[in-house]
């Protein structure tokens, strides 16, 4: 079954932001810290950024200072605000546990950045 649903891509232009939400299943949510990842074209998933259960967050040096990680516990949704996008952001988002569970892995949201 889909655990994890990501939301909120688009294609924008470089310097624009974008702001994309991941609805998650309680028991993952509540029980490990979750992240954000994205695959690009020809590229493995890399790691982007990364919120623990209660709050703390950590991000890839790629992302650090133009993207913001957050949550809502009530409603179960990771969020990740993307600011100042770059055409090297570009890329499939796709959220899940910290590590990841191959098994959860869902369809993502595309990221495209182009002028």
């Known amino acids: 079954q889909v655990q994890l649903v990501e939301s909120g891509g688009g294609l924008v232009q470089p310097g624009e932001s974008l702001r994309l939400s991941c609805a998650a299943s309680?028991?993952?949510?509540?029980?490990?810290?979750m992240g954000w990842y994205r695959r690009a074209p020809g590229k493995e998933r890399e790691f982007v950024a990364t919120?623990?259960?209660?709050?703390?967050?950590g991000y890839a040096d790629s992302v650090k200072g133009r993207f913001t990680i957050s949550r809502d516990n009530a409603k179960q949704a990771i969020y990740l605000q993307m600011n100042n996008l770059k055409p090297e952001d570009t890329a499939v988002y796709f959220c899940?546990?910290?590590?990841?569970?191959?098994?959860?892995w869902g369809q993502g949201t595309q990221v495209t950045v182009s002028s």
């Open positions: 919120i623990t259960t209660r709050g703390s967050t």
């Open positions: 899940n546990t910290i590590p990841a569970v191959t098994n959860n």
């Open positions: 309680g028991s993952i949510f509540t029980n490990s810290p």
